[in-house]
């Protein structure tokens, strides 16, 4: 059974960096048929995917158009997990933060992380 | 980004209802189209994948159908448990975009 456990500070200030953690269990990060997912939720912008990071035969990301730029996940193969890191936060990216594996949909998901941005 | 378009927003049903909600995709996604259930305070738990393909453990109640832009997400017999949103998602791209919800409350 796939587990993520997310990890991370519930409390970010404005321009600065927000980083979480997703340990995985019962998977490999390096799978070559799954991805690895950021995604948020907030009452005014609903559920938004962020971006995810994948290995096939070597590794890759992909981030949504709206955090590009701001927004980096790496993988950490020696701990089994990836993270989020999204720079010059703002009020705005206050919202709940799941991770999530993606095999055909997001079939398991983190426990969520409130983070939210003070001005 | 391929727009997600989610209705109805609500929909008031009873125990024993069949429930249709609908899900139009801004442009062609094929079938890579999933449908979510989520609880407050609770992760999305995923229902139905590849437009009509019934997640494992999820019961058999839950269908989907469609492709291209319109889908469909069918309850037939709504349960006590089943008062909960609705979400679809696109992955037919590499931005992947959600529906804005659809939340089944109680008449």
């Known amino acids: 059974q796939v587990q993520l456990q997310q990890s991370g500070p519930g409390l970010v200030k404005s321009s600065q960096t927000l980083s979480l953690t997703c340990a995985i269990s019962?998977?490999?990060?390096?799978?070559?048929?799954?991805?690895w997912n950021w995604i948020r939720q907030s009452p005014s912008r609903g559920l938004e995917w962020l971006g995810r990071t994948y290995f096939r035969s070597k590794w890759y990301s992909d981030y949504a158009v709206s955090v590009k730029g701001r927004i980096s996940i790496s993988s950490d193969t020696s701990k089994n997990q990836f993270s989020l890191q999204l720079n010059s936060v703002t009020p705005e990216d206050t919202a709940v933060y799941y991770c999530?594996?993606?095999?055909?949909?997001?079939?398991?998901w983190g426990q969520g992380t409130q983070v939210t941005v003070s001005s | 980004d391929i727009q997600m378009t989610q209705s109805p927003s609500t929909l008031s049903a009873s125990v024993g209802d069949r429930v249709t909600i609908t899900c139009r995709a801004s442009?062609?996604?094929?079938?890579?189209l999933a449908w979510y259930q989520q609880n407050p305070g609770k992760a999305p738990k995923l229902l139905i994948y590849?437009?009509?393909s019934l997640e494992s453990g999820v019961p058999s109640r839950f269908s989907g159908s469609g492709s291209g832009t319109e889908f469909t997400l069918t309850i037939s017999g709504l349960q006590p448990d089943d008062f909960a949103t609705y979400y679809c998602?696109?992955?037919?791209?590499?931005?992947?975009?959600f529906g804005q919800g659809t939340k089944v409350e109680f008449k």
């Open positions: 998602q696109q992955y037919n791209d590499y931005s992947w975009t």
């Open positions: 999530a594996r993606d095999d055909a949909g997001f079939d398991y």
């Open positions: 590849k437009a009509s």
């Open positions: 019962g998977d490999n990060v390096s799978s070559t048929y799954a991805g």
């Open positions: 442009q062609n996604i094929n079938i890579w």
